[in-house]
């Protein structure tokens, strides 16, 4: 809740006018307690888990009587064999909402004090776009470097038994798969999503778009497609689709491709090796 009565009072504070975007915040937040405007989260979340895998799930339940979506689906899906029915979308879609719904939603609710303390603020001014890209940057960094380690632990036996092997019940994910797993997972890969955040603290809409872009890139790299102007294909190191695609094939065997977002860890700790040699024999088999 900003503590100014009037836009009058905001743009005093400031010491000049406020922008169109800063005026835009303060009629929005202006009586909106702060609590309530870190849990946006949730519903944001949601909208975006609902919205962002829609495209590509309706190209490939059209490709069973449509041949442009059946052609596109051989092309580009990178397990075009498997095919999957409306009602697995669906029980997908549903199971993870919930699990969403009743872990990310009380967290949101009781992890508030921990987000005011390390600093997440709600005031004005707000930041340029410089700072929310640099900060953005620094927090996709220390996700990818956090959650390979995290990820790794998901996979020793007790943690795969016990948690991880829920989100490997596709061996050929979808977007709608991404965050489709265990609560307690949901809750344990939440802590290097924050631990950025918390590193070097951020305006709430920074906060709230760091979510949405960390959202949409775990869609992406679960999507099951590599479509060649994929923008994400022109970011240094990112892993995409294809990289994650084979670490789920592989299944709860697998000790390779543990990184979430870019390829590095993978590469400095030898877990990309089984990657590599099947990327090369792919290789072979073109060529011959």
């Not at 835009?24 to 937040?29: E, K, L, M």
């Not at 679960?222 to 190191?237: D, Q």
């Not at 990289?243 to 993978?266: E, K, L, M, P």
Request: with cysteine; charged share 15%; aromatic share 14%.
């Amino acid at each position: 809740m900003l503590p100014y009565a009037t836009a009058a009072e905001a743009a005093a504070a400031l010491g000049r006018a406020m922008t169109a975007a800063e005026a835009a915040w303060f009629g929005y937040s202006a009586a909106v307690p702060d609590r309530w405007l870190y849990c946006h989260n949730v519903p944001i979340l949601l909208v975006v888990y609902t919205l962002a895998p829609l495209p590509l799930a309706l190209l490939e339940l059209r490709s069973t009587g449509d041949a442009n979506a059946s052609s596109l689906i051989h092309k580009y899906k990178l397990q075009p064999r498997v095919r999957l029915s409306p009602a697995a979308f669906l029980r997908c879609y549903l199971d993870t909402a919930r699990v969403l719904l009743l872990s990310v939603g009380p967290l949101s609710l009781v992890s508030y004090p921990v987000a005011e303390m390390v600093g997440i603020r709600t005031g004005l001014p707000l930041p340029s776009v410089g700072e929310m890209a640099a900060q953005l940057v620094v927090y996709l960094l220390v996700e990818d470097y956090l959650g390979y380690w995290m990820h790794r632990l998901l996979h020793t036996k007790w943690g795969y038994d016990k948690i991880h092997h829920v989100h490997h019940e596709f061996t050929a994910p979808m977007g709608y798969a991404a965050p489709y797993a265990h609560w307690a997972e949901v809750l344990i890969l939440g802590v290097p999503a924050f631990a950025g955040p918390a590193i070097v603290p951020c305006h709430m809409t920074t906060f709230w778009l760091w979510f949405v872009l960390r959202h949409i890139e775990a869609i992406d790299t679960h999507s099951g497609f590599s479509f060649p102007l994929n923008p994400t294909k022109f970011i240094p190191f990112y892993g995409g689709a294809e990289h994650h695609d084979y670490h789920h094939r592989v299944g709860g065997q697998s000790q390779s491709n543990f990184s979430t977002i870019f390829t590095f860890c993978d590469y400095l700790y030898g877990t990309d090796k089984g990657y590599r040699y099947h990327k090369a024999s792919l290789g072979k088999e073109m060529i011959e």
